[in-house]
């Protein structure tokens, strides 16, 4: 039996993940991470905590399984967060500035007005937003004391999550990220397949910054872990953490999509080998890169959708656990007309309104706890759906079936709802760890503990089939009072 190590470095938290050559989980273990607040609309991560949690799950994993023989090193991550670290040094010059800061919002707003938008789109598939990686390095460089003359010189390097670990596991031997995670930065060219200058040089980013781009089987380096293990292993199966979750859930044919329920939502539809110009909203990424060709998805990403439970919890404190939200939801028939919409970071696709802000309307006298707590759950449903929709409208291709994963999708007043919402099919399988297992997957392909994607439909167990079952005159009057409750918050 051979074992595959999965490092899920997450926005809250790190977790290794142990898979046997059944792509079977043996072993688990995460440790969070903390969240640094600045300023109002920044977000930033400690770069070295991250690592010293990787080594640490990793030798509980080890100690706890002494006997299991490891293969190689998996690594999926957060996505766009960026790090920006001294090549010489080792050292990061700054915290990691995350996904969800708005730290970039004036460079971007420069960009727009300068008549950036129609190029970046074109080039890298993205729309200008600081969600993306590239204005958090500008906005490093322009503002750290001597980073900019370090970058000049060549002492600097950027990269993903996925990158600073696979350059600390190599010990700064390699810099290097996958077709995935480089496609979220907006600094990469999807028609070519390799950083783009002529952006790069906008943002005053040199070159030389950039890791190497790689195919996600490839082998990206050796590394014994800081000695953890007794000898070296391949790191291989690398991928951001949506499209591993997408490759876990086996995805591999246009029209085939999955939504990941987590912190925030990733809803990705496969659309094949060319690089389709997405619906406005909507971006087109590089879904996966394997075997030297590359396969791509439309996307779009909601900033809040487990978060959005999380505050109903930790802050209004109207609930005690996520799992008590299904009941709650289902002591009242309908929402009355209550809606949430979660805009605590803004709102993401389609409408990307860093500006907007959550509210709760519609409420009367008669409103309780289990509207607010209803609403919030459909609002999850709801931004899934405004995203679904434009993908099946632009691509052209029905939706074959939703496969879902996260958290969230235990909930099975969220999951009917959604089907509800839909008109469709969810696929709501058995797997807890989408994204860890997606890169198993990858990295046992490239080992050869599997000879082909189709091999690996046989490994893939307990589909359990959600239809929707709403009257579609009640969907379409339920949506156009979220329509109408989004229109408030972006107003």
């Known amino acids: 039996m051979q074992y595959i190590l999965s490092i899920d470095q997450s926005t809250s938290a790190t977790k290794a993940v142990l898979f046997n050559s059944r792509a079977q989980i043996t072993a688990s273990v995460s440790k969070e991470h903390l969240q640094y607040y600045p300023k109002p609309g920044w977000v930033e991560h400690d770069p070295e905590e991250i690592f010293t949690n990787t080594i640490g799950v990793i030798n509980e994993i080890s100690r706890s399984n002494p006997d299991k023989r490891i293969s190689a090193l998996a690594i999926t991550n957060q996505r766009e967060t960026v790090v920006v670290w001294d090549s010489l040094t080792g050292k990061p010059v700054y915290n990691a500035i995350v996904w969800q800061c708005n730290r970039g919002a004036e460079r971007c707003k420069h960009l727009v007005d300068n008549g950036w938008n129609k190029i970046v789109r074109q080039k890298t598939g993205l729309l200008i937003n600081p969600y993306f990686s590239a204005t958090g390095i500008s906005w490093i460089l322009d503002h750290v004391k001597g980073a900019r003359e370090k970058a000049d010189k060549g002492e600097l390097r950027f990269g993903t999550i996925d990158s600073w670990l696979i350059w600390k596991l190599t010990n700064g031997k390699v810099h290097a990220t996958d077709h995935s995670n480089a496609s979220r930065t907006m600094l990469f060219n999807i ?3 390799a950083w783009d200058n002529e ?3 906008e943002l005053g980013i040199p070159m030389s910054m950039a890791p190497m781009v790689q195919f996600a089987d490839e082998k990206f380096g050796f590394t014994n872990i800081n000695g953890i293990l007794k000898k070296e292993v391949p790191i291989t199966g690398v991928l951001g953490d949506s499209h591993a979750a997408l490759f876990g859930q086996l995805c591999f044919e246009p029209g085939m999509g999955k939504a990941t329920y987590g912190t925030g939502s990733s809803i990705m539809m496969n659309i094949g080998s060319e690089p389709l110009e997405s619906p406005e909203g909507l971006v087109t990424s590089v879904g996966y890169g394997m075997n030297g060709t590359v396969s791509y998805v439309f996307e779009g990403n909601i900033h809040c959708t487990g978060a959005t439970i999380k505050w109903l919890q930790d802050d209004l404190q109207i609930i005690e656990n996520a799992a008590e939200t ?32 959550a509210i709760i309307c519609g ?36 939706l074959k079936e939703l496969r879902v994963d996260g958290g969230p999708v235990k909930n099975n007043f969220l999951m009917q709802f959604q089907a509800d919402m839909l008109n469709a099919t969810i696929n709501r399988s058995n797997i807890s760890e989408a994204s860890a297992l997606g890169v198993a997957l990858v ?12 091999e690996l439909g046989s490994l893939r167990v307990g589909n359990d089939y959600i239809v929707g079952s709403m009257e579609s005159i009640e969907i379409e009057r339920l949506y156009e009072g979220w329509k109408d409750a989004v229109k408030k918050t972006i107003n």
């Open 326 to 357: 299904e009941a709650i939801a289902q002591q009242v028939s309908t929402n009355e007309g209550v809606y949430l919409v979660p805009a605590f970071a803004g709102l993401g696709a389609p409408y990307w309104n860093s500006e907007a802000r």
């Open 199 to 201: 952006i790069i040089t």
């Open 191 to 193: 028609n070519t397949l």
């Open 443 to 454: 990295a046992g392909l490239s080992l050869g503990i599997w000879k082909t994607q189709e």
């Open 363 to 398: 409420m009367t006298r008669g409103s309780k706890k289990a509207h607010i707590v209803r609403a919030a759950l459909e609002a999850i449903a709801y931004q899934v759906k405004d995203l679904v929709d434009l993908m099946i409208a632009k691509a052209g291709i029905p």
